[in-house]
């Protein structure tokens, strides 16, 4: 902006637009020296008498500072003149840089990504961070006095949690309380070093309440009418089961009319219908218990809408478990298969595979060896599509549930970040969610600059603004699940 030159320096001096300029007093402020210029940031928009800490005098008069900082630095602001260090021979070249003092002190996207916006206003925003926590001292004494018992309390219930974590791992329910503790810990935490809501926490903070909101209002519903819920619950189930009945008893024909293997097909059939059996068993065991406790067991729908999502995940799962079953054995064994093929087709190219150097190396095999492994490779090659035909239908099974269960975990990242409060914030215009820096010459005689903040679009809002503790929900992608679906990797 200003050019070096062996007989002059480069000074630039950041003024608040919100600055006292028609009082008389002394600025706080500081000052850094860089390779290239230097530069006095005024981190205060009131004018005091106090000269301690202070970095200059602004008045309509000159003021021969005697009270000079520990520097040596001084600057003085008269009649729209800026002198540096008492010096007012103009043997240095002067930007002043008007900035938005409040957009800069109260923007949350700034202090956190200060890197991008350049040196200058780096270290400004972190004076204008640091001042701001250093006025709020006394609340943050009141606000650690009353939240720190209760983070006690939270990090005891975090170890408790870690504790059960071996034995409930697969629990939805679980594992989404797990997360909503982790939650309400970062939460208070924040409170108390910012000790204001933040976009982050406030975000947090309505979309919770929102949360519970809606889950009492279920919770209500669901204890109205829980003889019809049971009711459609056992209905469902027993529908499941005899739908699954039925598509063995398919199977176990001449489905879309293929010559299957009949006495491995009829065994595999069997060996499904025993699982269903015992399942079934099972949960017609477990229908008096539900109906007894159906009130304790929806009682976490009280802690939200999202809890209520996990319950339903992990209905779903208890309810096709024995889907999954089937599922498993049906991999397992095409697994094997499809192993067992290409480990004998290696044989009939003269090869083998080395686990020691993890390779395939040549090998020379004898006759009786040959026998052998075409005599193996014959008898999986011609039980490979009764196999493969379970497996299929149920993979078709698995990924469905997978794709229902990843819907309810979506809506339920959507339930922890639903970003209402940033978008009240956004509509507002409100300084905390500005993040572009707009630089403007507003007088290229007397070298001044104005910089302002402005908001930032709603979706980069929504996106910079997620909880910390909210994990993204990452799935796998549909290269990895068709290479998976392939070779019978488990889902």
């Not at 409170?191 to 903070?205: A, D, R, V, W, Y």
């Amino acid at each position: 902006m200003i050019m070096n030159t062996s007989t002059s320096r480069n000074v630039l001096v950041f003024l608040p637009n919100t600055l006292e300029k028609n009082k008389s007093g002394y600025i706080k402020g500081c000052h850094k020296k860089f390779h290239d210029c230097e530069a006095y940031y005024i981190t205060e928009e009131i004018v005091s008498n106090n000269y301690s800490q202070c970095i200059g005098y602004i008045g309509k008069t000159y003021k021969n500072s005697k009270h000079k900082t520990a520097c040596n630095l001084f600057i003085n602001i008269f009649s729209n003149e800026i002198c540096i260090n008492n010096d007012c021979e103009r043997n240095y070249s002067v930007v002043s840089v008007v900035y938005d003092y409040k957009g800069f002190k109260h923007s949350d996207v700034v202090p956190r990504e200060c890197d991008n916006y350049g040196k200058h206003f780096k270290f400004l925003a972190e004076e204008l961070r640091n001042s701001l926590n250093g006025s709020t001292n006394g609340r943050k004494s009141l606000t650690a006095t009353v939240l720190v018992p209760v983070i006690f309390i939270v990090d005891i219930m975090l170890k408790v949690i870690q504790v059960l974590k071996p034995l409930l791992l697969y629990s939805a329910t679980f594992l989404h309380f797990e997360e909503n503790t982790v939650n309400l810990k970062w939460f208070l935490l924040d409170l108390i070093q910012k000790k204001h809501l933040s976009p982050k926490t406030g975000n947090i903070l309505v979309a919770k309440i929102i949360d519970l909101t809606i889950g009492i209002v279920l919770l209500n519903w669901c204890l109205k009418n829980e003889n019809d819920i049971l009711n459609y619950i056992q209905t469902g189930i027993e529908d499941i089961i005899t739908g699954l009945k039925g598509l063995l008893l398919y199977l176990m024909g001449s489905p879309i009319g293929l010559k299957l293997n009949h006495s491995f097909n009829n065994n595999l059939g069997k060996f499904f219908f025993y699982h269903i059996s015992l399942w079934r068993v099972f949960l017609q065991g477990t229908q008096p218990l539900l109906r007894a406790y159906f009130r304790y067991l929806v009682l976490p729908g009280a802690l939200g809408f999202s809890f209520q999502i996990a319950m339903g995940s992990d209905i779903i799962s208890i309810a096709t478990f024995h889907v999954y079953c089937i599922y498993v054995y049906a991999a397992r064994l095409f697994s094997l298969q499809i192993s067992g093929l290409m480990s004998l087709w290696r044989l009939f190219i003269g090869r083998k595979f080395n686990p020691l150097r993890q390779r395939v190396d040549s090998c020379k095999y004898t006759p009786d060896q040959l026998f052998i492994g075409t005599l193996g490779f014959t008898i999986l090659l011609f039980l490979l599509p009764t196999t493969a035909l379970y497996y299929a239908v149920f993979t078709t099974f698995r990924l469905v549930i997978l794709l229902v269960n990843g819907l309810l975990l979506r809506l339920r990242f959507f339930l922890n970040t639903l970003p209402f409060y940033v978008m009240v914030l956004w509509v507002f215009n409100s300084s905390s969610v500005a993040g572009t820096v707009h630089i403007e010459w507003k007088n290229c005689e007397e070298s001044k600059v104005e910089a302002k903040l402005k908001t930032l679009p709603l979706s980069t809002n929504v996106r910079k603004f997620i909880p910390d503790p909210v994990r993204r929900v990452e799935g796998k992608s549909f290269k990895c699940i068709f290479r998976n679906v392939l070779t019978g990797v488990l889902l």
